[in-house]
C-alpha cells in the first residue's frame, strides 16, 4: 500500500496515514516469499540467517566471493528476514572485554556526574552511553584500534550503505528485571512521532531505511532470558511501517509472533532500520546484558556544504519578528523563509547535553525560531536560547557569540 485515494478529489496521493493501515495488509506483506536462496549462511532455512565468521574468513579475502557475500547480506537486508547474526565477529573476545572495562569506568563516571542513563527505562533502571564511539577511543586509543580493526562490520555496513559510511554508537547496559520496550522502527523516520511520518511522501519512507544500518556487538552472553533484542523478520517490507507501529493493534501482532536469537559474547547482529524490533526484558537474576549498539549512517545524508545557520538564524529572526508584527508577512510566508535557513532536523546533536523532548527528538533549531516568533520573544532572549541551543548539540563547548 504505496498511496491512498483522496476521500474528496478520488485522486492517488503520495503520503501514508495511521489511519488507514491495516495488520491484514502487513501479514502478507511478511508473508510474501522467504527471500533469495542463502549459499554462506550455516542456517539458511531459519528465518533469522546465522552466519559463522570462523568458516568465512577466507571469503573476505577474495574479491569476488567477498561481493557474494556482501550482496547476499544487502538482499536479506532489503528483502529478505531483514536480519542477521554474526556468529563469533570476535573470535577472540579479550579485546570486547577490554572494551566492556573502559564503558564500565565510563559508566561509573557518568553516574556520578549524574547521567540520567538509558533513554526508554526508569531512571536507574539501566545504564546507556551516548556517543559510546568517541568516548571509547579518547579514553582508550589503543583498546579502540583494536575493537575496530575487526573486518566484519565495515564488511556489513558497506554491503547495506556503500563506502564512506559514519559509524557512531552507544553502549546499552539492561540489569536484571530491566523491562521491554515497545516495538518500533528506528532512526531516521523511527525517531519522528507518527504526525511528522506522516508528512513525508510515500517514497521516503520507502528510502528512508537505506540510508542507515543497525547493529550490535554483544557484550555479554545473551541467553533468551536476558531479554535480547525481539524481531520480527520481513516486517521491514510493510512500507507504511513508520506510520503504523505505535498502533495497537500492530503491538499486539508483534508481540504475539516475535523471534529471539540467544547470542555470546562476542557475536553481532544487523538490522535493517524499518524492521519492526523491541528491546526484551531481563528475566534473569544475574545477567548484566550489555551491548555496543552500532548506528551507521550513509554518506549520501549529508549537505554539500558547510553553513553557519546559527549565525543566519540570528540575523534573520528581528527581520521576520518586525515583519509579522507590522502585518508585512503571513505565518506561511515566514514559515518558508525559516526552512531556508534555519536548521529543520534535530539531528546529529551531543545526546549528553541534548536529550530528547517529549519524545525521541530534541528540539530542531527551526522549531526553536518558530516558538520564539510564537511567542514574540525580543531578540537578547531568542540569541541567548539560540547560542545556548548551539552549545548544547556542538562538538566543542566554545560557541562564539555574535553581536546584535
Known amino acids: 500500500m504505496d498511496y491512498r485515494r483522496d476521500e474528496y478529489r478520488g485522486q492517488r496521493v503520495n503520503w501514508f496515514r495511521e489511519e488507514d493501515c491495516a495488520v491484514s495488509d502487513f501479514v502478507d506483506a511478511l508473508d510474501s516469499g522467504t527471500g533469495t536462496a542463502l549459499r554462506f549462511a550455516a542456517s539458511p532455512s531459519s ?3 546465522v552466519y559463522e565468521c570462523g568458516n568465512l574468513e577466507s571469503v573476505l579475502s577474495f574479491d569476488r566471493e567477498r561481493r557474494e557475500l556482501l ?6 537486508i532489503d528483502a529478505g528476514a531483514g536480519v542477521f547474526v554474526l556468529k563469533g565477529a570476535y573470535a577472540d573476545t579479550k579485546i570486547v572485554d577490554q572494551a566492556t572495562g573502559v564503558f564500565e569506568a565510563i559508566i561509573a563516571a557518568e553516574r556520578k556526574s549524574g547521567s540520567k542513563g538509558d533513554h526508554f527505562a526508569k531512571a536507574g533502571a539501566n545504564d546507556r552511553i551516548w556517543n559510546a564511539q568517541e568516548k571509547l577511543l579518547l579514553a582508550a586509543p589503543e583498546v579502540f584500534t583494536g575493537y575496530f580493526s575487526n573486518p566484519w562490520l565495515p564488511a556489513v555496513a558497506e554491503a547495506w550503505l556503500g563506502p564512506c559510511f559514519q559509524v557512531t ?3 546499552n547496559v539492561v540489569r536484571p528485571g530491566g523491562a521491554a520496550q515497545q516495538a518500533h522502527r528506528d532512526y531516521h523516520l523511527g525517531f519522528q512521532t507518527a504526525e511528522v511520518a506522516a508528512s513525508f511522501p510515500a517514497h521516503v519512507h520507502r528510502m528512508s531505511p537505506f540510508l542507515t544500518l543497525q547493529g550490535a556487538v554483544a557484550h555479554s552472553d545473551m541467553p533468551v532470558e536476558s531479554g535480547p533484542t525481539k524481531l520480527l523478520p520481513f516486517s521491514q517490507r510493510y512500507a507504511p511501517g513508520y506510520v503504523a507501529w505505535r498502533r495497537a493493534d500492530f503491538r499486539e501482532y508483534f508481540e504475539n509472533h516475535f523471534v529471539q536469537v540467544p547470542l555470546k559474547k562476542g557475536d553481532a547482529i544487523f538490522f535493517n532500520p524499518a524492521l519492526f524490533h523491541a528491546a526484551g526484558s531481563n528475566k534473569t537474576s544475574d545477567v548484566q546484558r550489555m551491548a555496543n549498539l552500532l548506528q551507521i549512517s550513509s554518506a549520501y545524508g549529508r549537505a554539500m556544504e558547510v553553513v553557519d545557520r546559527t549565525r543566519m538564524s540570528q540575523t534573520l529572526y528581528p527581520v521576520l519578528r518586525a515583519r509579522l508584527s507590522a502585518g508585512e508577512i503571513t505565518e506561511r510566508e515566514a514559515l518558508s523563509v525559516i526552512a531556508s535557513c534555519a536548521e529543520g532536523y534535530p539531528f546529529p546533536t551531543n545526546l549528553d547535553r541534548d536529550p530528547p523532548v517529549d519524545g525521541l527528538a530534541p528540539e530542531s533549531q527551526s522549531q526553536l525560531m518558530r516558538r520564539a516568533l510564537a ?14 541551543h548551539a552549545q548544547r548539540r556542538c562538538i566543542g563547548d566554545n560557541i562564539e557569540l555574535i553581536d546584535y
Do not use: G, H, K, Y
Not at 71 to 76: D, F, I, L, N, P
Open 47 to 49: 528465518c533469522i540467517p
Open 71 to 76: 550482496s547476499e547480506w544487502a538482499s536479506v
Open 169 to 171: 554508537s552507544q553502549v
Open 375 to 388: 511567542e514574540d520573544w525580543p531578540l537578547d532572549q531568542f540569541a541567548i536560547t539560540l547560542q545556548r
